[in-house]
């Protein structure tokens, strides 16, 4: 939700700029800014629109000279999308420049404050506030400004500050949103997320909240709100390089489905040693599993979808019963809970708002808190009692697939090594269930070859108005997830119906020639849909069956998808594999453009 990148060193900082915000676009694309100190001090220019945009107007970053510099990616929170509002915003008299991401809770206060002290306003930003805030502050030191406007800023924020006054030198603080300095050989940078400045270095510093970063091109220093340096250890990123770009695909959609295969290897390979599940980073012991009084899993979208499954999953093979929200009800909803409850946080970027704060409110309570997440050192992942990383490298498509599924893959070691922990499964049980989650990978591989199928049925259907995704149980939950890819990148209005709930009422939407996708993997529950399927088959709608080869749904749906044979708890990562190819190939139909969804972006980081 918004992407911040800043430069200084030997290099002109505009093209570098651009690169990095290219890299972070998929936080937010509705415009674009940069701020470059250059000869004649601070220059700006930003526009409305996707990057390119921008790129285009300043013909590569090359009609600005500089070598430091602030840009900005944007995703609209207060104000429309225009030029106007794009960051960097400056401070009246142009001294200081300000990109930022996050949301100043008490910006209309401020503002009236400023406003009777004679500043006036340009935009309808709530960072407008913070360059002016700047300025009032500032008696000559950047970095007593800082530390009086943090004292005085409600909400979260990420932000890099030019000031007119500082020629070899910028500045960035962060509070609740990510942002991270990169660590170079004469040149250092920040940004929103490490896949901006992979290319650069691979040494960076993660901030605390409210630190503050002086960068020049010769070093980094960090500084805490009274004043006094903080010394800080370097983290080396291991991601490869190629994981953040393109790679021949025409999407990182398609790249990361593709993926898979190897996201899940790298997540469940090295927590299996010799045919047991072994959790290094999880302290919960042998008595503190016996003693859960309640899972509860909190989380939001797609991340959720994985918590439905969660719930299955574990209560079938664990006997506790979990209770899974979505993040952002849990938070308000005076959950009852306490010292005896496990809360999961699931998330793909650790910066999630509302899972964050559902985490805090449970913390509060007393409870446990063990996250899923795949961004290493992000907020959620420092507020959890235990981490469990998802090793799926870099997301970049708005779309998540390799994130849920790695997340799925969590899920599994968990139950599993909890019910191991708990004496519910016989020696043969748990041994077949390892093999299986070992050869889960290769079994996603299997299905992604029948690409072409499932490319074929959106060709068929991407005109379709509205489709229904159908299941029991687990189905239901893979179908929640089915029907939230094909919805965010292709714009069809779907839902996903429990199969034996539509008949009491939404039904009536099913007529002739309705698509309907009907997910019965599941053994013992594949009869009951199948009755589903007639019903709606006996209105007019037309059916995708999914189903495994122990029960193809040939001659019952009109056209089907046929999966490999797992483990009934593993079969949700089959079953969605499908459905994210339908979702992409109806969307590539359509020419939706498929990585950047309208109105969405990744990282939600605000409420
Ligand atoms: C959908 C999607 C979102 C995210 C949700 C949570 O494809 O990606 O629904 O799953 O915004 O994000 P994280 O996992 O980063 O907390």
């Known amino acids: 939700m918004c992407g911040i990148v800043g430069y200084i060193g030997e290099n002109q900082a505009a093209p570098f700029l651009l690169e990095g915000l290219a890299r972070l676009e998929y936080r937010g694309y509705d415009s674009a800014g940069v701020a470059v100190y250059t000869d004649d001090g601070i220059e700006i220019a930003k526009s409305k629109g996707r990057l390119q945009v921008l790129s285009d107007q300043i013909h590569g970053g090359n009609d600005i000279n500089g070598f430091m510099g602030i840009g900005h990616t944007r995703w609209a929170t207060h104000g429309e999308p225009s030029d106007i509002n794009a960051h960097p915003h400056a401070s009246v008299s142009g ?42 502050y500032y008696k000559g030191d950047v970095l007593d400004a800082i530390i009086r406007i943090i004292n005085r800023l409600e909400g979260s924020y990420a932000l890099g500050i030019l000031c007119a006054d500082c020629p070899d030198r910028f500045f960035a603080v962060r509070k609740s949103s990510p942002l991270i300095v990169g660590l ?153 809970v306490g010292s005896k409850d496990l809360v999961i946080a699931i998330s793909q970027s650790g910066e999630t708002a509302d899972t964050l704060a559902a985490l805090k409110e449970a913390k509060d309570h007393g409870a446990r808190i063990l996250s899923i997440v795949n961004v290493e050192g992000s907020a959620i992942a420092k507020a959890s009692d235990d981490v469990i990383y998802t090793w799926a490298g870099p997301e970049i498509a708005v779309a998540t697939t390799k994130a849920y599924s790695t997340q799925l893959a969590v899920i599994y070691l968990m139950a599993g090594y909890m019910s191991e922990k708990l004496g519910m499964l016989t020696s043969g049980e748990y041994k077949r269930f390892i093999d299986d989650l070992e050869r889960l990978p290769d079994l996603v591989a299997e299905v992604l070859k029948n690409k072409e199928n499932v490319q074929h049925l959106a060709s068929m259907f991407y005109n379709c108005h509205s489709i229904f995704f159908i299941g029991r149980n687990l189905d239901y939950a893979v179908a929640l997830e089915g029907s939230l890819k094909l919805k965010e990148i292709s714009y069809i209005h779907s839902e996903a119906y429990a199969a034996g709930e539509l008949k009491h009422g939404t039904i009536s939407l099913i007529e002739d020639g309705t698509l309907v996708i009907a997910l019965a993997t599941g053994s013992g529950l594949f009869d009951k849909t199948v009755s589903n399927v007639k019903e709606v088959k006996a209105r007019g709608a037309v059916v995708i069956g999914v189903s495994t080869t122990e029960n193809p749904m040939t001659g019952i749906a009109d056209h089907t998808i046929t999966l490999p044979e797992t483990t009934d708890v593993m079969l949700p990562s089959l079953t969605v594999i499908p459905l994210q190819l339908f979702g992409y190939y109806v969307a590539s139909n359509k020419g939706c453009d498929i990585d950047k969804p309208k109105n969405l972006a990744k990282s939600v980081t605000v409420e």
């Open 95 to 136: 001294k200081f420049a300000v990109v930022h991401n996050g949301i100043i809770e008490n910006y209309i206060e401020l503002k009236t404050k400023l406003e009777k002290h004679g500043y006036t306003f340009t935009s309808d930003t709530d960072t407008e506030v913070i360059a002016h805030m700047l300025e009032y």
């Open 184 to 336: 170079g050989r004469g040149e250092n940078f920040i940004a929103s997320d490490v896949a901006a400045i992979l290319k650069h270095t691979r040494d960076i510093y993660y901030l605390e909240d409210n630190e503050i970063v002086e960068l020049t091109s010769d070093g980094v220093k960090v500084y805490n709100k009274d004043k006094e340096e903080v010394p800080k250890e370097i983290s080396k990123i291991t991601w490869d390089i190629d994981a953040a770009e393109k790679g021949g695909y025409e999407h990182f959609m398609m790249k990361e489905i593709e993926e898979q295969p190897t996201a899940l290897r790298n997540t469940i390979s090295p927590r299996i040693k010799d045919g047991r599940i072994i959790l290094d980073s999880v302290s919960l012991t042998k008595d503190d599993i016996k003693n859960i009084r309640k899972i509860y899993i909190v989380a939001c979208g797609s991340a959720y979808h994985v918590g439905v499954v969660g719930k299955y999953v574990i209560e079938r093979m664990c006997r506790i019963p979990v209770e899974v929200q979505v993040a952002s009800e849990f938070r308000y909803c005076d959950p009852i």
